[in-house]
Every structure is written in structure tokens, then in C-alpha cells.
């Protein structure tokens, strides 16, 4: 696949997602409008859609419908926008700047804000639980993929390891495991449930499936890295929310821990090593090395 083609998959799966975003989210004229109104804002046209991109990408590994693909791959980021929403808020992180506008706490008010969050994770499964092209044999597993991995062993706590390290200097194994909830949760998750849809009788999903769980633990470490370092070394109009906020709240980061050139070094060889994962897929598996290196080339 050369360049022009994938970045013509990687608009097109860009356009369908937000396409389906906008149907799967209540519109702002429905009752209570101003909640819906809120949701929208913290959800659409916003971000770098990782997550959906990933459930996307996989699916186009293991030859599953695009359809089907439609439903986790929401799911996921409505999941994702409102861990942001609640994380933003003064009880947590305590920002002002999401995705270059003003966090949803400040737009509206911190109970809109606590309600959009909460209205956006029970809309990720209402979305789940409407796919009626998916058996609900896989459609079960994709459910309890995605419960787990938004809840207190997943996401949610690594949030929680996270209020707790504030001013603490962990060490390399506690900082791995907190990221590995907090950011690589969701985005094994974006991959699993593209497994779980792909047909065992077309593909050896078995043979290829710790592969790709391997690819998407590499690639959320790798994430999470360059997050850490661009907290340092970009700006805040760049990536659209304070930057140096991680250094503002005294938080356990990797430059903080090992340095900045080593960070950038840990990065690379996670994406190295998250390529390496998918070396023995074939072409089709274009888009998931795309997002392996643009994980670290990204500048927000």
C-alpha cells in the first residue's frame, strides 16, 4: 500500500467515524438540550481518534466487515472523551485547555461537566448494544472487553494510581503499570475487539491475536511516552492544552524518571517493537504500522 492509498483508507476512515459519531450522539435539540449540547461539544470534530483508528486498522488486518466495526470503534472513544471530560475537572487534573478550547467544566459548569462524562460512558454501550450485524456471542465479549478495560482495572484506576503518585517518585515498574491502565488499557482494547470479529474460519485469529495484543501494549507505552514528552517540549497552542501541566501538578512522567533523550529512546523502541509484532502480517496491516509510527512523529 503506498502513501496516497493509505492516506486516503486513513481520511476515509476519519470521515466515517466522525459520520457515525454524529448519528450515535443524541442532537443538541433533544431534550435536555443543554446536557447534549455539552456532549457534543467534548466529543466531535476533537482529537486524534487513536483508538477508533486502531479498532479500524485491525479490522482491515483480519478482513472484518467495516460495518461492524462502526459500533466498538465509538464505543471506544465516546469512552475516551469522557474519562478527558471528568479528568479535566478540579477534583482531578484540574485544566483549562482541552483540545484547544476551554475544558467542559469552564464551557458549561463542573455538574454539566460530571453529567456529560457520566451520559458519555452509558452512550458507549447503548451504542455496543445496538449493533444488530454483530452475534451476540461476539457482541458479549466485546462489552466485557470494553467494562473492563474504562473500569478500576483498566482506566479508571490507573486515574486513581495516578491522584495517588502526585508529588511521589515512582519507580520504573510502578510508572509502567499506571500507564499501562490509565493510557494502554484503551488502546489493547481497541484492538481486542476488532479480534473478536474477525471470522476463524477466513483467518488464524488465534495465531495472529497475541501479536497484535503485543503491537497494542507496545504502542500505548510508546504513546504515552511521547505525551511525556512533548508535556516538555511543545507548546500549549500546539497541543491544545497546557503545556508543562504535568510538571505544574509534580507528576511521575518517564522524562522525570529516566530523562528526556532516554524517554525518546524508550519510545522508538516501543514502536520498534510493536512493528516487529506485525512484521508476518501483509499489506493490509499498512494503517497499524502508519499509527506505530505516527505515535512518536505526532507533535500534540
Avoid at 510538571?247 to 518517564?254: E, I, L, S, V, W
Wanted: with cysteine.
Amino acid at each position: 500500500m503506498n502513501n496516497s492509498q493509505l492516506k486516503q483508507l486513513l481520511d476515509s476512515y476519519r470521515q466515517r467515524f466522525e459520520d457515525k459519531l454524529h448519528f450515535f450522539l443524541p442532537l443538541s435539540s433533544t431534550i435536555p438540550s443543554r446536557l447534549h449540547e455539552a456532549m457534543r461539544y467534548s466529543s466531535v470534530d476533537a482529537g486524534k481518534r487513536i483508538r477508533p483508528f486502531l479498532v479500524y486498522a485491525t479490522g482491515k488486518a483480519l478482513d472484518v466487515p467495516i460495518e461492524q466495526l462502526d459500533y466498538p470503534a465509538v464505543a471506544i472513544e465516546l469512552i475516551h472523551n469522557y474519562s478527558l471530560v471528568h479528568d479535566d475537572m478540579p477534583a482531578m487534573d484540574d485544566d483549562e485547555l482541552r483540545r484547544g478550547k476551554p475544558t467542559c467544566h469552564l464551557h458549561y459548569d463542573e455538574a454539566t461537566a460530571l453529567l456529560v462524562g457520566d451520559a458519555l460512558q452509558s452512550q458507549a454501550f447503548e451504542v455496543l448494544s445496538s449493533a444488530g450485524n454483530i452475534a451476540a456471542e461476539k457482541l458479549v465479549k466485546i462489552i466485557h472487553l470494553l467494562a473492563v478495560a474504562s473500569g478500576s482495572k483498566g482506566m479508571a484506576g490507573g486515574q486513581a494510581i495516578d491522584l495517588d503518585s502526585v508529588g511521589e517518585r515512582l519507580n520504573f515498574s510502578s510508572l509502567q503499570q499506571m500507564h499501562e491502565l490509565k493510557t494502554g488499557a484503551l488502546i489493547r482494547a481497541s484492538v481486542k475487539m476488532a479480534t473478536v470479529l474477525a471470522d476463524n474460519t477466513k483467518i488464524k485469529v488465534d495465531d495472529y491475536q497475541n501479536k497484535l495484543e503485543n503491537y497494542a501494549k507496545c504502542l500505548g507505552l510508546a504513546f504515552q511516552i511521547q505525551d511525556d514528552v512533548l508535556d516538555i517540549e511543545s507548546d500549549t497552542q500546539t497541543l491544545g492544552k497546557p503545556q508543562g501541566s504535568d510538571q505544574a501538578h509534580n507528576k511521575p512522567t518517564y522524562p522525570s524518571l529516566i530523562g528526556l533523550e532516554e524517554s525518546k529512546n524508550m519510545a522508538k523502541k516501543m514502536v520498534a517493537d510493536a512493528l516487529d509484532n506485525i512484521k508476518e502480517f501483509d499489506h493490509h496491516a499498512d494503517p497499524l504500522r502508519w499509527l506505530a509510527e505516527y505515535v512518536v512523529q505526532r507533535n500534540y
